[in-house]
């Protein structure tokens, strides 16, 4: 089945413990990308990635990394959290960017993190 | 970057009324259009999307429709049912990147 895999589900942590949510894709895309949702501000992108060793930032990178070494993975590594990182992460791929959004953009199922 | 309004963020209907949820966008270079629905606790998917050259598209009840003049695009649900409640969220993608709006919270009374 085509997905987006993404683990954990839901994190509890504490402020300056580092942790990396992964991400992975079986659908051979090119392009990867993480999203944060909170409440009355939408979806915002974090960071994307055109295709393996290629990354950019999108309108919310500040305390965030990522790495892309292998085409279906794409891990989100918060080093030292705080709790305004507390939200919902979405990972998402699409065959390629550009035209290839008109393809489909497929999410991963979510994870809650919660920074005390 | 491209900025992206939707109005209204909460809409009440009647089953059966219809629910139409407007966007506008800024960047005159946006050329893709989707609309995604996320039921509470689940992920965003698409329901429907337009391209920058189609001016109206439609899949059953739910249609959208574009201004490129005005830079707005609109979504119609139509006979709305209990089941579309959700948060609708609007987007409009520029190059590479996708450009969400905030959401509207769609409740459909029975």
């Known amino acids: 089945e085509a997905q987006v895999t993404q683990n954990p589900r839901y994190l509890i942590t504490v402020t300056g413990k580092k942790l990396t949510v992964t991400c992975s894709q079986n659908m051979n895309h090119e392009y990867m990308s993480w999203y944060r949702q909170d409440p009355g501000l939408g979806l915002r992108q974090i960071y994307y990635s055109m295709n393996v060793e290629v990354t950019d930032k999108g309108d919310v990178p500040e305390g965030y990394k990522v790495s892309r070494k292998e085409k279906r993975n794409f891990p989100l590594i918060l080093e030292s959290p705080s709790p305004n990182q507390t939200s919902l992460y979405f990972c998402?791929?699409?065959?390629?960017?550009?035209?290839?959004?008109?393809?489909?953009?497929?999410f991963g199922s979510g994870t809650r993190l919660t920074v005390v | 970057g491209e900025n992206v309004e939707q109005h209204p963020s909460t809409l009440s209907v009647q089953e059966g009324d219809s629910a139409v949820i407007k966007c506008t966008y800024s960047?005159?270079?946006?050329?893709?259009f989707p609309w995604y629905k996320q039921e509470l606790g689940k992920r965003p998917q698409l329901i429907i999307d337009?391209?920058?050259?189609?001016g109206e598209k439609k899949d059953q009840r739910i249609a959208v429709t574009l201004n490129k003049t005005a830079k707005h695009f609109s979504l119609h649900i139509t006979e709305t049912q209990p089941e579309d409640s959700a948060v609708y969220f609007c987007a409009a993608i520029t190059g590479n990147q996708f450009y969400f709006g905030t959401g509207t919270s769609l409740t459909v009374i029975p």
């Open positions: 337009i391209r920058s050259n189609v």
């Open positions: 998402a791929s699409s065959l390629r960017g550009g035209q290839g959004f008109n393809y489909g953009y497929t």
């Open positions: 960047d005159s270079a946006s050329n893709y």
